[in-house]
């Protein structure tokens, strides 16, 4: 089983970065993909970034491109999220998940897709000030 624990959240105001960072830890890190989700409130969760295994590339949504930057520190077990200009819409939940589906690589689903993720941190709130 792996274990996610995201940290890094707080209150920032708007314009200002900020990391997130994903400690990745457990007797198996058997996972095909880890990615970064946010849940705003009263909207469902959104998939904005992933990393896949196989070859290591980097993914986001459309909806964050060019405003953020997700890496991994494989020696540390680590994964960041970098965000840049931070709006108050990007007030959220984040998590960083795991998958292991068999349906990542079927071209059904975006690899960030939520549904594709079957194991998650405990989140870490993040609330942009205007």
């Known amino acids: 089983q792996v274990e996610l624990v995201e940290s890094g959240g707080g209150l920032v105001q708007a314009g200002g970065p900020l990391r997130l960072s994903c400690a990745v830890s457990g007797s198996s890190l058997d996972y095909s993909a880890i990615g970064w989700f946010r849940q705003a409130p009263g909207k469902e969760r959104e998939g904005i970034s992933c990393?896949?295994?196989?070859?290591?590339?980097?993914y986001y949504a459309d909806s964050v491109r060019g405003r953020l930057t997700m890496s991994s520190d494989n020696a540390k077990n680590m994964v960041y999220l970098q965000i840049y200009k931070l709006k108050p819409e990007d007030t959220a939940v984040y998590y960083c998940a795991t998958s292991r589906s068999p349906n990542l690589y079927s071209g059904m689903y975006y690899y960030y897709d939520p549904r594709l993720y079957d194991n998650w941190g405990q989140g870490t709130q993040v609330t942009v000030s205007s």
């Open positions: 990393i896949l295994r196989r070859d290591s590339k980097t």
